[in-house]
């Protein structure tokens, strides 16, 4: 991942800034393996190690942006990311849309890119070169199938966060500009959760007609007293209709 960055000249500033390179590498090595104990069930077993590394990253010495320095750079822990998950066909003969049940659980690690570590936002953040990975348990059991035309599907899950990576909003101090009236950091917090479901249909309207029906719940906690979680709603929902007037023509709708 390879960042580089220049402020040119503008109301805001006479001259060209020098070039900043920001520089990060990801190793992964993964494994996984499907085993079917019987003709109606079927296990997914993986397994991935990751390495992630900042190789280099830069700053303006002031805010005057007319040299450049090396930014503190830190080393994030290796990771061990795994899952399971298993699915059983509930109808005699397999494939033939009778319900089909699964559940999986899974522990996913999520690395800091550069802009999440480095980023000043355009001047509204400061970054942050302590921030880590966080990890994530994820949790979700779920059924599909379908009833005559209509096909559908609907999970739960619960997702556990540990570090969880979120946006703090700070008051305003030195760090953040004497004029600013507040500025943000990306900061790993206390055991963050999501929960919620998905609900989803897919019914024929018509020949060459097909409808879809989706929708969301979402709830979310940072587990840190005072910060309120942002940017996701609680509930969405999607509904779209399209046309496959031919082979090689398709017409959606989609609110």
């Not at 280099?56 to 005057?64: H, I, P």
Request: net charge negative; aromatic share 8%; hydrophobic share 35%.
């Amino acid at each position: 991942d390879v960042h580089t960055e220049i402020a040119l000249a503008d109301g805001h500033q006479s001259y060209n800034s020098p070039w900043l390179d920001d520089e990060a590498r990801t190793y992964s090595l993964g494994v996984e393996d499907t085993w079917k104990p019987g003709k109606s069930t079927e296990v997914a077993v993986g397994y991935r190690r990751d390495r992630h590394e900042f190789d280099q990253s830069q700053g303006y010495t002031s805010s005057a942006d007319t040299a450049v320095m090396a930014l503190p750079i830190t080393t994030s822990p290796d990771a061990n990311n795994w899952q399971v998950t298993v699915q059983q066909d509930l109808g005699a003969t397999p494939g033939t849309g009778d319900p089909v049940v699964r559940a999986g659980i899974g522990r996913k690690t999520r690395f800091p890119g550069i802009k999440d570590v480095y980023s000043y936002k355009l001047g509204t953040a400061i970054p942050n070169p302590a921030l880590g990975p966080e990890q994530a348990l994820n949790r979700e059991v779920g059924v599909s199938g379908r009833l005559g035309t209509v096909s559908y599907d609907a999970a739960l899950f619960w997702d556990s966060i540990d570090n969880a990576i979120t946006s703090v909003t700070l008051l305003p101090t030195s760090i953040c500009g004497t004029t600013a009236t507040a500025c943000s950091q990306n900061q790993n917090i206390a055991t963050a959760t999501n929960n919620g479901l998905d609900l989803g249909l897919k019914m024929p309207l018509a020949e060459n007609w097909l409808g879809t029906l989706n929708y969301s719940y979402l709830n979310r906690t940072l587990g840190t007293s005072g910060l309120v979680p942002t940017g996701t709603p609680t509930n969405r929902g999607e509904a779209s209709v399209t046309w496959f007037a031919s082979e090689a023509l398709e017409v959606a709708a989609d609110l």
